[in-house]
């Protein structure tokens, strides 16, 4: 799975279910595990905190979500709200309504 979150960055065009989405924007990497956790993409003029849980596949260069576009349109703004706490973790509460708005409730962390 490594290798799937070293292609992760700035620029991959991202996919719903639907169409293209957006681009990355940036990744936050878990302090814990040294690895990609979360990635921004904008969406609509929204800035989207994504889980790499929404990812069902990464190829040819594109990253495929398991959402649908209202899904992904349903997740708040985080532009303009800071993300992480002073370790570097994503907030509780932003986390927990990504996976719940997404239904993710498997950590992915259990992959690595």
């Not at 495929?64 to 002073?86: F, G, K, M, W």
Request: with cysteine; hydrophobic share 40%; charged share 30%.
């Amino acid at each position: 799975m490594g290798k799937v979150l070293d292609r992760i960055r700035y620029g991959v065009g991202v996919f719903c279910k639907d169409h293209l989405i957006g681009k990355v924007n940036c990744t936050i990497r878990d302090p814990d595990w040294k690895k990609t956790a979360f990635f921004t993409v904008t969406v609509a003029d929204k800035e989207i905190l994504l889980p790499i849980e929404a990812i069902y596949e990464v190829k040819d260069g594109r990253i495929y979500l398991n959402a649908t576009l209202q899904e992904i349109e349903n997740l708040p703004d985080v532009a303009d709200r800071d993300l992480c706490n002073s370790s570097g973790y994503i907030f509780p509460d932003l986390k927990a309504v990504i996976y719940e708005t997404l239904d993710l409730a498997r950590p992915f962390l259990d992959y690595y």
